[in-house]
């Protein structure tokens, strides 16, 4: 069952800084909040509010900005965490329940019907405080399929509207992804949001997957941020679903490279090199034929339009060049090479990049030529 749209609920600001080391100031999150909430990001998780005062003042200051996403905080089975939730201007909380044998036995040191007994306590709670609930099922991926139903019914009961499916360990595929999901949707009238960790590189793929079986909301992080390998980030899982799927989230592609660039500056964690849709070289091409085919037709090499994203393709010289770049990027320098002296500067790019390790910049790439020019090479 395809979802002609899909709600993102990103929880940067929530396990994106959860990513061990990552603490942002309460500047950052402003920012972040602000930059997610010009691209048209609907939800945002911001929170722990049982972590302290100083984390429910971030809360509320996010709140005080007035921005159009909706608020989520999330909060333990704890009385006391319910109730610190309260007053901040968040709108949801994920009230998290362990869902497996696992969690259940050897984190709560609780049972099944414990769960089941006490789960509507809670909701009721968060709901007299005038919040929306969703019931965040941590370990999902590794609970009995007929105890998430059973836990949705008694969530749906309760009160709650929303079933976060998490994928906690990120060891979840996505064909098992898509089978989980479909047995949920066809079982409960709830909102379903799929929270995928990237562990085995498989976040988005199970995100997407989610959504193909009828997940209505997913989470996602600037850059793919989160605990350990991090979550399903948001850039990927916003072109996969416009891309591949035609699911429509109301983000605005354009606005990635300043969000992403803002977040690795405030996580202090880089992105790197390769990562698609923001990573430098996402769009970066060396390679000869490449460069050829890209400059005959962009279609040749291209999936898709880096504009769409707010980038552009960028060709650099290197040990697999070929003649065709060469005199393309000392055009964009001035300088107008023929196919014989563009064939003669290949050897020395390769020289160049293979003691240097990266590809030579606009002062290298004049004195390639200098050198080249000079009666030595006459
Ligand atoms: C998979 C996830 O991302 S879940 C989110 C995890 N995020 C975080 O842990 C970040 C924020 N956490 C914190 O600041 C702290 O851990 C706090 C404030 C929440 C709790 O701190 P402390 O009271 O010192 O407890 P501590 O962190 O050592 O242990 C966690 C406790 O929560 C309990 N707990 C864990 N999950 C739940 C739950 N869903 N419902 C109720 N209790 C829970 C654990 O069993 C443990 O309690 P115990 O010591 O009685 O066994
Ligand atoms: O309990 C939840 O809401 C999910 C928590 C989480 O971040 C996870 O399980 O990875």
């Known amino acids: 069952m395809t979802q002609p749209f899909i709600t993102i609920n990103d929880t940067t600001l929530r396990d994106g800084e959860q990513s061990a080391g990552v603490a942002f100031s309460l500047d950052e999150k402003l920012?972040?909040?602000?930059?997610?909430?010009?691209?048209?990001?609907p939800e945002l998780e911001v929170g722990i509010p049982a972590m302290g005062e100083e984390e429910r003042a971030s809360i509320r200051a996010v709140a005080g900005l007035g921005l159009n996403p909706k608020l989520m905080v999330w909060s333990r089975m704890h009385p006391e965490d319910?109730?610190?939730?309260?007053?901040?201007?968040?709108?949801?909380?994920?009230?998290?329940?362990?869902?497996?044998?696992?969690?259940?036995?050897?984190?709560?040191?609780?049972?099944?019907?414990?769960?089941?007994?006490?789960?509507?306590?809670?909701?009721g709670a968060a709901r007299d405080l005038g919040l929306d609930v969703g019931v965040g099922c941590e370990d999902a991926s590794r609970a009995d399929p007929d105890f998430l139903c059973a836990l949705a019914e008694v969530a749906e009961r309760s009160g709650a509207r929303r079933l976060r499916f998490a994928d906690t360990l990120g060891i979840l595929e996505p064909f098992t992804t898509f089978d989980r999901i479909a047995r949920l949707r066809a079982n409960t009238g709830l909102e379903i949001e799929m929270h995928a960790h990237d562990d085995m590189g498989l976040a988005t793929a199970n995100t997407l997957a989610a959504c193909k079986a009828g997940a209505t909301h997913v989470n996602t992080t600037v850059n793919g941020l989160g605990?350990?390998?991090?979550?399903?980030?948001?850039?990927?899982?916003?072109?996969g679903?416009?891309?591949?799927?035609?699911?429509?989230?109301?983000?605005?592609?354009r606005g990635?490279?300043?969000l992403s660039a803002l977040v690795a500056s405030a996580s202090g964690r880089a992105v790197p090199w390769q990562k698609s849709v923001v990573g430098?070289?996402?769009?970066?091409?060396?390679?000869?034929i490449h460069v050829d085919g890209l400059l005959k037709h962009p279609d040749n090499y291209q999936g898709f339009d880096p504009q769409e994203v707010g980038q552009?393709?960028?060709?650099?010289?290197?040990?697999?060049?070929?003649?065709r770049a060469v005199q393309v990027v000392y055009a964009g320098l001035g300088v107008d090479l023929d196919e014989a002296q563009a064939q003669a500067l290949?050897?020395?790019?390769?020289?160049?990049v293979a003691s240097h390790k990266h590809p030579p910049e606009t002062a290298d790439l004049i004195g390639l030529l200098a050198s080249l020019r000079s009666p030595l090479h006459v």
């Open 280 to 288: 430098a070289g996402a769009f970066t091409h060396e390679a000869g």
């Open 256 to 258: 990635f490279p300043a």
């Open 31 to 41: 920012a972040i909040a602000r930059r997610l909430d010009a691209i048209g990001v």
């Open 346 to 352: 290949l050897p020395q790019v390769r020289a160049f």
């Open 241 to 253: 679903l416009k891309k591949l799927h035609g699911i429509e989230t109301g983000v605005e592609l």
């Open 82 to 123: 319910i109730a610190a939730c309260r007053d901040l201007g968040a709108h949801l909380v994920d009230i998290s329940v362990p869902a497996s044998e696992q969690h259940l036995a050897y984190k709560l040191k609780r049972d099944r019907q414990w769960l089941l007994r006490e789960l509507p306590k809670y909701i």
């Open 312 to 323: 552009a393709h960028r060709i650099v010289l290197g040990k697999h060049s070929g003649s």
């Open 227 to 239: 605990e350990r390998a991090g979550n399903a980030p948001l850039e990927e899982v916003v072109l």
